[in-house]
């Protein structure tokens, strides 16, 4: 459903992407874990259209994103890590907004809105500003626009930052019930007992390359370490200790 | 550079008219001196109800929206330390501008009037109390403002206020009609027209003081009550306020941080209007959505009414110019001012549009992913915005040149032609403005006013500028071929015919290719953004 191939990205001199293959079929939660700056994000935003590769392709939905972006974006929901979004509009414009740039328009889209709305917890706040939201509420709305269309494919940036315990029940809860109805999700995440939990096969960038790919068990073995854990395997796999993790 | 050069520009001309009216004044003694005692006292007024608004809201910012507040809040910083050096930034941010502009009139005057030494430390002596005074009590009046309203909504309040002010300031000054006083049967009025000005003047006034001092000053005393005065009044003042923040600062920052649910427009009757347009979801849902941010945005749609106001002076102008006076030269000199007029409506649309269409890409701010990551073509999401300000920016420049065409009564030739060449000219400014805003956008810029002033905006206007010169050179050719051969009577050859339609057809192609070239760099450079 998401299909990377060859995919790069340099800034000036630096190799932020460097040859990513990667595959996403339909069902499936993909993790994509990384340490900082070693491409998560730069990858995540080529497949969302944000930034434009130097080489290779991603496709969605078996349509090429660069030949075909309006087909690929169609079929596809993105949920960046930070939730900017249109202060002076309400939960609900905003849905509506978000459901006619698909071209989505009518009783479909407010039958749909408020049901996420009510799944997301906001239906109570569907008529309030934006910018009267906290962090938390805005990321909820976020993901009620990514579900809006019913893609195909989603595309998460750290799912689980500013959420509170309960909100990240809930989207753990979304993410599992969305990939039972064929949902491909790629999650990109630090949260490594989340990755644990809802993945079902898990890719390691590190230096804009795939390092490690598969379930836990199967990074287990590559990492010749038989931790249950997935941290320790992590950082035997990125190279890094406990202490490089921790800014002292 | 480029704003240093215009900043020294505006200093160096007011230094020039100061010193050129003062030295003009010393002709007249007595009068002289009553005329420039007068002037102190109006500049200083002027200015002290200016630096008191701005203070108000300057301390608005600096003591209770400021971002960097938590941090010294959380901090052992003793709060008088922090009123002192939050209400340092408050006289600096409210004043600044003011020392600016006085600085080189001040400079004009005392060089005029070859005064002493004295005057320039104690024009900075006189000055600097005269700035504290309103800025203290602005700060004070923040503070209650604050402790009963919300600070963003007394800041959006304080903000509509300001625009009122200055749109009746605008308005008062245009229809004194000051060019009245140049007309000799009007000298009767003149000593009215003084009587009046000097009504404000009131001695209890820290405006008064400074002038006063000032004055005193350039004749080589030292006004020691009126001076003292200042300083007295500057220093009880800001202990004052500071008591005043000592006592209630912290209970209205903490009101100030509460989160209310905000009031707002809910504009529903929008969605049922635009969509019985003839226009894809996308769109209708572009366009809703830029509405519905406009106007609910204090800072954005109160511009409006001051570009009414302006609409309405541009207007009167036109309706007050007495041609008539020219009788033998009338008929000549209305047709070339309707060139003026066209020159100066497609002045107002750059201008309109570098404040409305320009900052429209920028204003999708950090937002702008949901765009970028929706099936929607850069195309469209452009085209969208060169609707959304072509529409109201036309309708503006072709009432603007149909009623002062008409008020002008030019010939009917010139009126068809203004309409037609205004109708060009507002879609290319308005497609360069869209276009520029594309190539050159500021997503991160805090408000729509430092997109207007960036590097692109300035670079829109200078091509604004030559494109509106290249149109008037295109039209004026035909229009005055046109009628001079009315004026004489004389038919057209068909190759002047041909010549003159050539003309206008270069005016159209320019106006198209730049609108054009404008909207494709423009879609090209948002694809490309990354």
């Known amino acids: 459903m998401i299909r990377l191939e060859g995919l790069a990205k340099t800034f000036g001199s630096f190799k932020a992407v460097d040859g ?13 874990l990384g340490p900082n700056g070693a491409g998560k994000t730069t990858t995540i935003r080529m497949i969302a259209g944000l930034l434009k590769p130097t080489a290779g392709r991603v496709t969605i939905d078996g349509h090429d994103l660069a030949r075909e972006p309006e087909a690929a974006k169609s079929a596809l929901g993105f949920i960046p890590d930070r939730p900017f979004l249109y202060e002076k509009l309400t939960a609900a414009e905003f849905l509506r907004f978000h459901g006619g740039l698909y071209g989505l328009e009518g009783e479909p889209v407010e039958a749909r809105a408020r049901e996420l709305l009510e799944l997301f917890e906001l239906l109570g706040w569907k008529d309030e500003l934006v910018e009267s939201f906290s962090h938390g509420m805005k990321q909820r709305l976020v993901m009620c626009s990514a579900f809006l269309h019913r893609p195909k494919a989603v595309v ?25 109805k064929g949902v491909a999700i790629l999650m990109s995440t630090h949260t490594l007992e989340v990755a644990e939990e809802m993945c079902d096969r898990i890719s390691i960038i590190l230096g804009g390359r795939i390092i490690a790919r598969g379930t836990v068990q199967e990074l287990q073995a590559l990492a010749g370490t038989d931790d249950p854990q997935l941290t320790p395997v992590f950082l035997k796999l990125t190279g890094g200790s406990g202490l490089q993790e921790i800014d002292l | 550079m480029l704003f240093g050069g215009v900043g020294l520009a505006v200093a160096g001309t007011l230094f020039a008219i100061s010193f050129w009216l003062t030295w003009q004044l010393l002709d007249y003694e007595e009068l002289g001196d009553y005329l420039l005692r007068l002037g102190f006292a109006w500049l200083f007024l002027t200015f002290l109800s200016f630096v008191a608004f701005s203070a108000v809201v300057s301390a608005l910012s600096t003591f209770f929206l ?62 600097v109390p005269f700035v504290v005074v309103p800025t203290a009590m602005g700060a004070v009046v923040t503070l209650g403002l604050v402790s009963v309203f919300p600070a963003r909504r007394a800041r959006d309040v304080l903000m509509l206020m300001g625009l009122l002010f200055a749109i009746a300031i605008v308005m008062l000054l245009r229809f004194i009609r000051p060019e009245r006083l140049l007309s000799v049967q009007n000298l009767p009025d003149v000593t009215a027209f003084f009587a009046t000005l000097q009504s404000p003047v009131t001695p209890f006034l820290p405006s008064f003081w400074a002038g006063e001092s000032l004055f005193t000053a350039l004749r080589g005393g030292v006004d020691l009550l009126h001076l003292g005065s200042l300083w007295t009044t500057a220093l009880a003042l800001t202990v004052l306020a500071r008591a005043a923040y000592g006592r209630h600062y912290f209970a209205a920052w903490s009101k100030a941080q509460e989160a209310r649910k905000a009031r707002f427009t809910r504009l529903s009757f929008l969605e049922p209007v635009v969509r019985r347009l003839p226009v894809p979801p996308a769109r209708a849902a572009l366009l809703v959505k830029d509405l519905k941010v406009f106007l609910r945005d204090t800072t954005q749609w109160s511009q409006l009414l001051l570009l009414l106001a302006l609409a309405l002076v541009y207007v009167y102008n036109f309706r007050v110019l007495d041609l008539d006076r020219l009788p033998y030269m009338s008929g000549v000199v209305k047709n070339a001012y309707a060139f003026v007029n066209l020159a100066m409506a497609a002045f107002v649309t750059s201008a309109v549009a570098v404040r409305f ?119 004026a050719w035909p229009a005055s071929q046109y009628l001079w051969h009315e004026y004489r009577h004389l038919p057209l050859a068909p190759r002047l015919r041909l010549l003159m339609a050539l003309s206008i057809g270069a005016a159209a192609s320019l106006s198209l290719v730049t609108f054009w070239r404008a909207m494709s760099g423009g879609v090209r450079a948002l694809q490309d953004l990354e």
């Open chain 1, 156 to 180: 998460v940036d750290e799912p689980m930052v500013g959420l509170d315990p309960r909100g990240a029940r809930l989207i753990k809860q979304v993410f599992r019930v969305m990939a039972r």
């Open chain 2, 357 to 475: 269409v320009f900052p429209a890409v920028s204003a999708e701010g950090a937002a702008f992913w949901i765009v970028r990551t929706a099936p929607v073509r850069m195309s469209s999401f452009l085209w969208s915005k060169l609707w959304t300000g072509l529409v109201p920016i036309l309708l503006l420049a072709e009432a603007l040149t149909i009623v002062s065409n008409h008020l002008l009564g030019v010939a009917p030739f010139m009126k068809v032609l203004g309409a037609g060449a205004i109708a060009f000219m507002a879609l290319a400014l308005v497609g360069l403005a869209c276009g520029m805003g594309a190539r050159h956008p500021r997503f991160a810029a805090e408000n729509v006013t430092q997109v207007a002033g960036s590097y692109g905006g300035v670079a829109f206007m200078v091509l604004a500028v030559l494109y509106i010169v290249g149109m008037v050179a295109l039209l």
């Open chain 1, 20 to 32: 990513v293959d990667l595959d996403v079929a339909p069902g499936e939660i993909h993790g994509f």
């Open chain 2, 66 to 127: 400021s971002e960097d507040l938590r941090l010294l809040l959380s901090a052992p910083v003793p709060s008088a330390r922090l009123f002192h050096s939050r209400f340092a930034r408050t006289v600096g941010q409210s004043a600044w501008m003011v020392v600016a502009f006085l600085l080189p009139v001040l400079l004009g005057v005392g060089l005029a009037r070859c005064a002493p030494p004295a005057y320039y430390v104690l024009s900075v002596a006189s000055v």
